[in-house]
């Protein structure tokens, strides 16, 4: 049975071996320069984005109305960090849903479908205990990135 650190372990080298040195960077301008993560980190053509929560980068709170308007906020953000790295919400592959409450699921569900424009990427929704400043849910997502 693999354990969750064999997975990330091969994860890691998979990344490792896709080339290091093809790794860059990036950071929304928008996002508070005390924060210690990247927005994104690109390597090939793979973009890595980090978890979001539903907070607008000016004043650094969650919307207000619970996991439906953080849903949407979470992917207004991820759009701000896809364009910046000449992306957009088409390319994002796979998703990663963590949910504080599961009977919230047919409304993240609601403004996920909302938010994402066709076709939908893959996606993982896992219940879980205590996000970030009290978030309804956090997402994580990969995209790929379109060559021309």
């Known amino acids: ?10 994860f890691a080298l998979t990344v490792d071996a896709a080339g290091a040195g093809d790794r860059t ?4 301008p928008d996002l508070p320069a005390s924060f210690p993560f990247s927005s994104a980190v690109v390597v090939g053509d793979t973009i890595h984005l980090s978890g979001e929560i539903g907070v607008t980068y000016e ?22 960090t896809l364009e910046g790295l000449g ?28 938010a994402l424009p066709d ?7 896992f219940g879980v205990d205590g996000l970030a400043l009290g978030a309804a849910l956090e ?9 021309k």
């Open 1 to 10: 049975m693999k354990t969750a650190f064999s997975v990330l372990f091969a």
């Open 25 to 28: 960077h990036y950071r929304n």
């Open 59 to 80: 004043t650094m709170t969650l919307v207000e109305g619970g996991v439906g308007p953080e849903t949407r906020q979470i992917f207004k953000n991820y759009q701000t």
């Open 87 to 114: 992306s957009s919400l088409l390319d994002i592959v796979k998703c990663t849903v963590f949910l504080e409450d599961m009977s919230q699921y047919a409304a993240m569900n609601a403004a996920y479908a909302e």
């Open 119 to 125: 076709p939908k990427p893959a996606r993982s929704t």
């Open 139 to 147: 997402i994580e997502c990969l995209a790929i990135k379109k060559t």
